[in-house]
């Protein structure tokens, strides 16, 4: 065979590698995010995620610290996430930008997923995780669940009386138009004062506007120390 077609034929078996390796599942996910850390843990199969972040398994930042405790925490930092031979690295779109980047640098796969600012955003992100775990028929079995509970949820709102919530955490913290918060209160069929208000975004709520209002319902962060 001539050296050509030799070359040719190299070239043709290493990319047909590469692309098989690209096409595979992860066996070795690393997560680095809170919001990573909980939709992997609900869709990753048994052993592919092998560490998730610190604060997973933090009963006062995460929804699922119980179910964290079963995987190696991790800080976030470059090195113990590079001697954790992670095929795929899970970050969100705020992780530290000089870890994405060093993480990149010496080779390894980095998916970062944006915050969810809707419903409809976290179901985007459920089919994300998914896809990128090469666990698209679980993740299809998720959003049907997510779907058929959210469709319940906004049925019931439509037959019960409208009534009005407000969001307030310390320091008249609150949440208005264009956050996950106000449209899972407007899902659940409460009027979100703070967007009533003008609030677009997180900022925050006197307490004089808030007595004002009156709302029916008052949503408060629990008290924690510091």
Do not use: K, W
């Amino acid at each position: 065979m001539r050296p050509s077609r030799l070359i040719a034929l190299g070239l043709a078996l290493a990319l047909a590698g590469a692309m098989a390796r690209a096409d595979a599942a992860p066996s070795r996910v690393v997560s680095i995010n809170l919001c990573t850390d909980q939709l992997a843990m609900m869709l990753a199969a048994p052993g592919q995620l092998v560490s998730v972040s610190d604060l997973a398994a933090d009963p006062e930042s995460s929804a699922m610290a119980r179910e964290a405790r079963a995987y190696p925490v991790n800080h976030g930092r470059a090195e113990e996430v590079y001697l954790l031979r992670p095929d795929l690295v899970l970050a969100g779109a705020y992780s530290d930008p000089a870890t994405v980047a060093m993480l990149r640098r010496i080779g390894l796969r980095v998916e970062q997923f944006d915050t969810a600012r809707s419903l409809e955003d976290t179901r985007a992100r459920i089919a994300q995780m998914a896809r990128v775990l090469g666990r698209e028929a679980a993740g299809a079995a998720l959003v049907a669940r997510f779907d058929a509970r959210r469709a319940a949820l906004e049925a019931r709102a439509r037959h019960e009386a409208s009534h009005s919530a407000a969001l307030y955490h310390p320091n008249g913290y609150s949440l208005g138009a264009g956050t996950l918060s106000d449209d899972i209160l407007r899902a659940a069929g409460f009027g979100n004062v703070a967007r009533a208000l003008g609030l677009r975004g997180g900022g925050t709520l006197p307490l004089e506007q808030l007595v004002m209002a009156a709302p029916d319902l008052l949503i408060r962060a629990a008290p924690l120390p510091g």
